[in-house]
């Protein structure tokens, strides 16, 4: 990175998987909402689903997902039946509209469910709201209690994208952060996964976390890339103990700083691309022939919930607690609480508790970020229409510094980052954000 742009890493900037954020929701939002724009939704419009299990065997020091640890599978079987039964609340909402293309288990740890019981979740979304056999099914799992049983259940039930947990295989950083995982179980796990059959394996990696050196993390590269993983997502841990309770079993003192943090990314970067892959976006790694690369060269890229993605659909429904729907404009997220969640869903309430309807201003800024982030020219002049005089000022201000820096340039009234300023991607995005002017609280780090 070159010194002139170093001053801009201290900065906490919104990761923008969605715009606004989560942060800016309210409870003006309601599940009657939900429904109503479930009825505007066309026919044979693509819709993807994103499952929420928030249950994890062990709590990892450096997770900021919405998650509880559960000792008890009872209570999981309880909070699948309440899913189900959302599921035939969208289903109803719907009412034939939409067509699934695309079904996404995250967490928590999604293979803390027995594979019969995600089975159950799938027949409900087939039977209620359509799933064909094109849709493509991708699940996140923890190495730790993936069983070789369970990769093959899981292929057999038509999941055709795995993504493996690994963050760091140093085991002083694991220990750290509270998540023992050797390379000898990730290994075997990888190899059970290709023996199933299949051909789309996610490897998320983290840097930025605490005890972590340049010589570990460069370990830690060399092993991802030999176990040769599709996609490689990059993501810079984001310390944030206010907001993330757990995050204080974490020594503050051994934390990198965020000038090793920004050469820890540039390394994996530098690694990965030397390996073969392709950057998409700014923290995503794909090899040549995999759909992400193929969707971010044709320029179909999409940043959503889950970062960079090759789905089509623009309307997302979230099943299970704290999980977010986007239809048109409108943000509705779920309880968050477990067991509220389930208690609203058993006395047949909407589970939507908050949420946002976009503003025209929103969606403007909106599709401009999304457009910088994706690696698409962005087109600033519609920014500068909805903005107010200062607002106007202040980013022109921003962008002729970011310009006279090398850190974007111009194509007619668009602009694209340059190749080499992709840590800065989030820094620039937030010059269009009139919101990152004052911050909400508990912004994630910029890198």
């Avoid at 060399?222 to 020594?251: C, E, N, T, W």
């Avoid at 429904?317 to 869903?345: C, H, M, P, T």
């Avoid at 980013?395 to 602009?415: K, M, P, S, V, Y």
């Amino acid at each position: 990175m070159k010194d002139a742009w170093r001053k801009y890493l201290d900065g906490r900037i919104a990761r923008y998987t969605s715009y606004p954020s989560a942060l800016h929701f309210d409870g003006s939002v309601t599940g009657d909402d939900l429904a109503a724009k479930c009825r505007e939704v066309d026919l044979y419009a693509p819709i993807s689903l994103y499952a929420h299990i928030p249950f994890c065997r062990q709590l990892c020091w450096y997770c900021g997902c919405s998650m509880r640890v559960e000792n008890y599978y009872s209570r999981a079987l309880e909070y699948v039946d309440a899913m189900i039964a959302e599921i035939a609340m969208h289903a109803a909402a719907l009412n034939g509209r939409g067509r699934p293309q695309s079904v996404h288990f995250g967490g928590g740890t999604p293979n803390y469910l027995r594979p019969e019981d995600v089975a159950r979740i799938l027949s409900a979304i087939e039977e209620q709201l359509g799933l064909t056999d094109s849709a493509h099914l991708s699940i996140e799992l923890d190495p730790r209690i993936l069983r070789a049983q369970d990769i093959e259940n899981f292929a057999s039930l038509g999941f055709d994208r795995f993504s493996l947990g690994v963050q760091d295989f140093d085991p002083d950083v694991q220990t750290a952060v509270n998540r023992i995982q050797g390379y000898d179980l990730v290994e075997s796990c990888v190899s059970d996964i290709r023996m199933a059959g299949v051909a789309d394996l996610s490897f998320d990696i983290l840097y930025g976390l605490p005890r972590q050196s340049m010589t570990t993390f460069s370990d830690t590269l060399d092993k991802v890339i030999a176990l040769d993983p599709d996609r490689v997502s990059v993501f810079g841990y984001a310390h944030l103990p206010s907001a993330f309770p757990r995050q204080r079993m974490i020594d503050e003192q051994s934390l990198p700083t965020p000038a090793l943090r920004a050469e820890m990314a540039e390394l994996a970067d530098l690694r990965l691309i030397g390996a073969g892959y392709r950057r998409i976006g700014f923290d995503h790694y794909a090899k040549p022939g995999n759909a992400l690369a193929g969707a971010a060269a044709a320029g179909r890229l999409k940043r959503n919930f889950q970062g960079f993605a090759d789905d089509p659909s623009s309307t997302i429904l979230g099943i299970g607690a704290s999980a977010i729907s986007f239809i048109d404009g409108l943000y509705a997220q779920n309880e968050k609480n477990v067991g509220a969640y389930v208690g609203r869903i058993d006395r047949g309430e909407s589970p939507v508790v908050r949420g946002l309807q976009r503003t025209r201003r929103e969606a403007v800024v909106a599709a401009a970020i999304g457009d910088l982030l994706c690696g698409i020219p962005t087109d600033v002049g519609e920014v500068l229409k909805i903005a107010a005089p200062a607002e106007a000022l202040q980013l022109c201000a921003a962008l002729d510094r970011f310009e006279a820096e090398g850190i974007i340039t111009w194509q007619g009234d668009r602009i694209r980052l340059a190749d080499d300023a992709f840590l800065l991607a989030r820094t620039v995005a937030a010059a269009l954000d009139p919101y990152a002017v004052a911050p909400a609280r508990g912004m994630a780090y910029s890198i």
